[in-house]
T-cell receptor
Framework: EDQVTQSPEALRLQEGESSSLNCSYT??????LFWYRQDPGKGPEFLFT???AGEEKEKERLKATLTKKESFLHITAPKPEDSATYLC???????????????FGEGTQLTVNP | DGGITQSPKYLFRKEGQNVTLSCEQN?????MYWYRQDPGQGLRLIYY???????QKGDIAEGYSVSREKKESFPLTVTSAQKNPTAFYLC??????FGYGYTFGSGTRLTVV
């Protein structure tokens, strides 16, 4: 069974205080790891897809990295508008015809104070 | 603009009623999904469909039903058999196959009154 665990559950930062969010996963045959941002009362918004260990992707103040067991979302010099819940999801090749489904973690709620 | 539309945004259900949540996409995606989101529990898969006229149960399908008569549409019915339906429901679509992420709708918040 695919498992995704995100930590911490909640994180409070001061504006400009860099930090990282963690996503640990257990899957048989990772085909993709996805990061999403979700604002309250809205649907998740796609951020990144990582496919293999060692891969990194960046977008503005966010940088996602991937190892064989976990992914990190690094936030550099965050601003209040970065406040949101960040979701991690995995796609595994062990699901046969249902292969395209994603398994999500519970998310990290990030608050950035001015 | 291409996208995925959920309606209504808010829905209230009386005890014993069935209600249907709408999900329409114009992204030409083959695969569509329904997730339920509760505080502290993340997204849980209810049903998914990879092609028209075919769908599979997810992890929490009891008390729900779906249909996929058109590529663009994947409505979800919350039946009276679902004992705890109050939640935020999210519909998503994707290109069929590995390596593709989802595009999500804006969600429907269902409340039992």
């Amino acid at each position: 069974e695919d498992q995704v665990t995100q930590s911490p559950e909640a994180l409070r930062l001061q504006e400009g205080e860099s930090s990282s969010l963690n996503c640990s996963y257990t899957v048989s045959g990772l085909r993709g790891l996805f990061w999403y941002r979700q604002d309250p009362g809205k649907g998740p918004e796609f951020l990144f897809t990582l496919y293999s260990a060692g891969e990194e992707k960046e977008k503005e103040r966010l940088k996602a990295t991937l190892t064989k067991k976990e992914s990190f979302l690094h936030i550099t010099a965050p601003k209040p508008e970065d406040s949101a819940t960040y979701l991690c999801a995995v796609q595994a090749s062990n699901r046969g015809t249902s292969g395209s489904r994603l398994t999500f973690g519970e998310g990290t709620q990030l608050t950035v104070n001015p | 603009d291409g996208g995925i539309t959920q309606s209504p945004k808010y829905l209230f259900r009386k005890e014993g009623q069935n209600v249907t949540l709408s999900c329409e996409q114009n992204l030409n995606h083959d695969a569509m999904y329904w997730y339920r989101q509760d505080p502290g529990q993340g997204l849980r898969l209810i049903y998914y469909s990879q092609i028209v006229n075919d769908f599979q149960k997810g992890d929490i399908a009891e008390g729900y039903s779906v249909s996929r008569e058109k590529k663009e549409s994947f409505p979800l019915t919350v039946t009276s058999a679902q004992k705890n339906p109050t939640a935020f429901y999210l519909c998503a679509s994707s290109i069929r196959g590995f390596g593709y992420g989802y595009t999500f709708g804006s969600g429907t918040r269902l409340t039992v009154v």
